[in-house]
């Protein structure tokens, strides 16, 4: 049987040296300053190493809604653009978790650094040698306004040039949307479609963001055989917290004479607080390596809210637990853990979750971890036990829990719960932790986690399994029952600061059970903006001509 690989081939040029230009008046123009501006990204881009998270669910038949995820398959790794597009994976070779190590169930295995070059048009050659280009219309993508262009290679342009429309914003033309395809894949490779988006990040700068991919009857295996999967490529990670903290080292001012000395005021450590003081080190030092290795997101307004949700349990349950916190892995796996007092949730998992009762519930397993005094082993608390390569956290750093730990947190976060304000919603969380077990078998990857204790074993629930008693029968096809939401449906990212938010979304009713799609994969349609830009200024651009009503003065 053939074995194929879905790759991507090519190289990063040099970068063109960006000259300043007069506003471009007609298309020709406009198309050479969106070349320039390329080029000038991947010279910033070249040397940096970013985090690429790639997660792929492969579809197959289903009675209810046609096609559904069947597998799934993950990448986690660091990306490096200096030697073309090229990737360096965290997860080890041959783990439940590493896509190098798949071999697809029909012959056909999935490449990371093919998912991972779809963040660059075509770092070898864009430029008018090699591809034609047409205009197509005005569109605005969000805030921002663009022009729409058509590119195709020339006939003597070689393998592997991209064809599909660019997007490219009309205030400083940088490309900030690609859709399509690569073309003339050599024998034993196959190129997928893709939909590539930027985001803004500083003033004229755009970087890749997110990718989705999508196949419904790619042919391979001289075209006897058909792919049908859907993917989704993140990038984050442009600057480390090291980078952040430098930066605000320089803006630090010190008025001296304003500086006192306030040692004799301070009283000597109880023993008992020596032992929480070392504690504290060693997990604030395991956090704050997550972080520098961007896998941990800085605390922000997202913390804030789900460190809302644990007071309420803390209170309501009357609890002596003081100190505890929530951060947020920027990895999709579905995971909880504790680092000492901190507890660990995935963003993965706070996408899916429905409703706080449900966020409730995770959160007060792993409060009862900390309640009952499971801590961390405190050898973090020296440094250098710290001084090892980002490729090496998920060898280093293991929270899984023995099972006694487990059975114990279990019954003592249901009782948590039942005495909290999500005493008469806890019907919810069970019905979250149905689909679970219904999805665990097809989606492994998702449901294993990376750094903590597994939710399921197949499709035997581990966590809170009390709570699937009184859950009502899952039904797939009934809109009014949500069970879980898509990947990605709460929050969204700043890839330069790591920083999250919560999504600001619309309610919108839906027409079928198939648009639920609880723990998919959906496509990424951005609304994108300027960073910075008040809301004056953006009212101002979409008061401004509308899409469509005007072209480039050489396509009129």
């Known amino acids: 049987m053939q074995r194929i690989a879905i790759v991507f081939t090519f190289a990063v040029a040099a970068g063109m040296p960006l000259t300043a230009q007069d506003s471009p008046s007609t298309f020709d123009q406009i198309v050479d300053r969106a070349i320039l501006q390329e080029s000038s990204l991947l010279r910033i881009l070249r040397g940096d190493h970013p985090i690429a998270e790639t997660y792929i669910?492969?579809?197959?038949?289903?009675?209810?809604?046609?096609?559904?995820?069947?597998?799934d398959h993950y990448f986690l790794g660091k990306l490096d653009f200096t030697r073309g597009v090229t990737t360096d994976s965290f997860l080890p070779k041959g783990s439940a978790h590493s896509l190098e190590a798949f071999t697809h169930l029909f012959g056909a295995a999935y490449?990371?650094?093919g998912f991972a070059q779809t963040l660059i048009i075509d770092g070898a050659e864009f430029d008018r040698a090699h591809y034609?280009?047409?205009?197509?219309?005005?569109?605005?993508?969000?805030?921002?306004?663009?022009?729409?262009?058509?590119?195709?290679?020339?006939?003597?342009?070689?393998?592997?040039?991209?064809?599909?429309?660019?997007?490219?914003?009309?205030?400083?033309?940088?490309?900030?949307?690609?859709?399509?395809?690569?073309?003339?894949?050599?024998?034993?490779?196959?190129?997928?479609?893709?939909?590539?988006?930027?985001v803004n990040c500083g003033p004229d700068l755009?970087?890749?963001?997110?990718?989705?991919?999508?196949?419904?009857?790619?042919?391979?295996?001289?075209?006897?055989?058909?792919?049908?999967?859907?993917?989704?490529?993140?990038?984050?990670?442009?600057?480390?917290?090291?980078?952040?903290?430098?930066?605000?080292?320089?803006?630090?001012?010190v008025d001296l004479p304003g500086v006192q000395d306030k040692t004799e005021q301070a009283a000597d450590n109880s023993p008992v607080e020596s032992q929480r003081a070392w504690e504290r080190q060693g997990e604030d030092n395991v956090l704050d390596r997550l972080e520098n290795a961007n896998l941990l997101a800085p605390r922000g307004a997202v913390e804030k809210i789900l460190d809302t949700v644990v007071n309420n349990l803390i209170v309501t349950n009357d609890l002596n637990v003081p100190g505890v916190r929530v951060r947020v892995m920027l990895t999709t796996p579905l995971e909880t853990f504790t680092v000492g007092r901190t507890i660990v949730i995935s963003r993965g998992l706070v996408d899916t979750l429905p409703d706080e009762a449900s966020l409730a519930a995770m959160l007060a397993h792993e409060l009862a971890h900390i309640a009952l005094g499971q801590v961390i082993d405190t050898k973090f608390a020296f440094s250098d036990r710290l001084h090892f390569d980002?490729?090496?956290?998920?060898?280093?750093?293991?929270?899984?829990?023995?099972?006694?730990?487990?059975?114990a947190a279990n019954a003592q976060a249901v009782a948590y719960l039942q005495k909290s304000p999500y005493a008469d919603k806890l019907r919810e969380p069970g019905l979250f932790l149905k689909a679970l077990a219904a999805e665990a078998d097809r989606l492994p990857n998702l449901i294993k986690p990376l750094f903590g204790s597994p939710f399921a074993q197949g499709n035997n629930i581990l966590r809170l399994g009390a709570l699937l008693q009184d859950a009502p029968q899952l039904q797939r096809t009934r809109t009014d029952q949500i069970a879980a939401l898509p990947l990605g449906a709460r929050t969204t990212l700043d890839p330069w600061t790591d920083q999250m938010r919560m999504a600001r979304t619309r309610s919108v009713p839906l027409l079928s059970g198939r648009e639920k799609m609880p723990l998919e994969l959906t496509p990424v349609f951005l609304n994108l903006k300027y960073q910075?830009?008040?809301?004056?200024?953006?009212?101002?651009?979409s008061e401004e001509t509308k899409p469509g009503e005007t072209k480039p003065a050489a396509t009129q």
């Open 57 to 71: 669910q492969d579809l197959g038949p289903d009675a209810d809604f046609g096609s559904a995820p069947k597998a």
């Open 111 to 113: 490449v990371p650094r």
């Open 132 to 198: 034609d280009f047409a205009f197509d219309k005005r569109e605005f993508l969000g805030d921002v306004r663009t022009y729409a262009i058509d590119v195709s290679p020339k006939k003597t342009a070689g393998r592997g040039r991209f064809m599909g429309r660019i997007w490219v914003e009309d205030k400083k033309f940088n490309i900030v949307r690609f859709n399509g395809t690569y073309v003339d894949a050599q024998f034993g490779q196959v190129y997928t479609h893709f939909d590539s988006w930027r």
């Open 206 to 253: 755009w970087v890749p963001f997110e990718t989705y991919s999508e196949e419904s009857a790619l042919k391979y295996d001289l075209k006897l055989r058909q792919l049908r999967f859907k993917a989704v490529t993140r990038i984050w990670g442009y600057t480390t917290a090291t980078d952040r903290l430098n930066g605000e080292f320089t803006n630090i001012t």
């Open 390 to 407: 980002d490729d090496a956290l998920l060898k280093k750093f293991r929270f899984a829990r023995p099972a006694a730990e487990e059975d």
């Open 532 to 541: 910075g830009a008040t809301a004056a200024e953006q009212i101002a651009s």
